[in-house]
């Protein structure tokens, strides 16, 4: 199982899709799907976003971790690295996850970094209780 990462910047909504493989049909088809034309898609060296990217009416900017952490315009992937140490680690606390429990680990990681993460003990009680309503009445 390949996942692929998104996180839009400004907002810092994430966004995961499982995907069979990482060849250029395959995310090409993934871009169009999640990618706003006219975006700016920062990419590692992985060899089938260029020609992937290509397609989607974006820029795109490649980081090269080999020679740095910056592209030559300045770009960074910090972002979504730092997203992927923080999945890896919860991964990890759970000793790993079941392939047929992935995508629902995949939700609740969202949940708990979108909604949880920059709040207090009292809003987390109430959305904790807004959930537990949710899911029983």
Same mark, same amino acid.
Request: charged content about 25%.
């Given at each position: 199982?390949?996942?692929?990462?998104? %996180?839009? +910047?400004?907002?810092?909504?994430?966004?995961?899709?499982?995907?069979?493989?990482?060849?250029?049909?395959? %995310?090409?088809?993934?871009?169009?799907?999640?990618?706003?034309?006219?975006s +700016?898609?920062?990419?590692?060296? #992985?060899?089938?976003?260029?020609?992937?990217?290509k397609?989607?009416?974006?820029? #795109?900017?490649? +980081?090269? #971790?080999?020679?740095?952490?910056?592209?030559?315009?300045?770009? #960074?992937?910090n972002?979504?690295?730092? %997203?992927?140490?923080?999945?890896?680690?919860?991964?990890?606390?759970?000793?790993g996850?079941?392939?047929?429990?992935?995508?629902?680990?995949?939700?609740?990681?969202?949940?708990?970094?979108?909604?949880?993460?920059?709040?207090?003990?009292?809003?987390?009680?109430?959305?904790?209780?807004?959930? %537990?309503?949710?899911?029983?009445?």
């Amino acid at each position: 199982t390949w996942l692929v990462g998104f %996180i839009e +910047v400004k907002s810092g909504k994430i966004r995961f899709e499982n995907v069979p493989d990482r060849c250029i049909e395959t %995310i090409k088809v993934l871009i169009k799907r999640t990618v706003k034309k006219g975006s +700016v898609i920062i990419t590692d060296g #992985h060899a089938s976003y260029p020609q992937s990217v290509k397609f989607a009416d974006c820029s #795109h900017f490649v +980081v090269n #971790h080999s020679k740095g952490f910056k592209s030559s315009e300045g770009f #960074h992937t910090n972002n979504i690295e730092n %997203i992927w140490s923080m999945l890896k680690y919860e991964i990890k606390k759970r000793k790993g996850i079941k392939k047929s429990n992935l995508q629902m680990f995949l939700y609740e990681f969202f949940f708990r970094y979108s909604n949880i993460r920059y709040q207090t003990t009292d809003e987390l009680r109430i959305c904790w209780n807004q959930i %537990i309503d949710y899911l029983f009445k």
